[in-house]
């Protein structure tokens, strides 16, 4: 089992910042893959980002060049810097870790939620 705990979510104004950050505990090791998601209030969940071990990154359009992932190995945390939010990142965002792209079983943080609004 791996066990996936999420901060750091909150309410900001538009083209402000905010930072998540996930830590994985438990049976990592066959973790190469972590990431976040978000689901917005009526819209399926999505991937935003995600990682491997190595720092290989894979990102959505919608938030290049305004988030920016990054993992500590020696930690087993992964971070999301959110930068220049806009109303529509509004969503809970969730931490993700599998061993790949697709790999049948996968687990989930608990949710975060993320406001963007003046």
């Known amino acids: 089992q791996v066990q996936l705990v999420e901060s750091g979510g909150g309410l900001v104004q538009p083209g402000g910042s905010l930072r998540l950050s996930c830590a994985a505990s438990?049976?990592?090791?066959?973790?190469?893959?972590m990431g976040w998601y978000r689901q917005a209030p009526g819209k399926q969940r999505e991937l935003v980002v995600d990682?491997?071990?190595?720092?290989?990154?894979n990102y959505v359009d919608s938030v290049k060049g305004r988030f920016t992932i990054s993992r500590d190995n020696a930690k087993n945390t992964v971070y999301l810097q959110m930068n220049s939010l806009k109303a529509e990142d509004t969503a809970v965002y969730y931490c993700?870790?599998?061993?790949?792209?697709?790999?049948?079983?996968?687990?989930w943080g608990q949710g975060t939620q993320v406001t963007v609004s003046s």
């Open positions: 993700n870790a599998k061993s790949h792209r697709g790999a049948a079983f996968e687990y």
């Open positions: 438990g049976n990592i090791f066959s973790i190469n893959l």
């Open positions: 990682i491997t071990r190595s720092g290989s990154t």
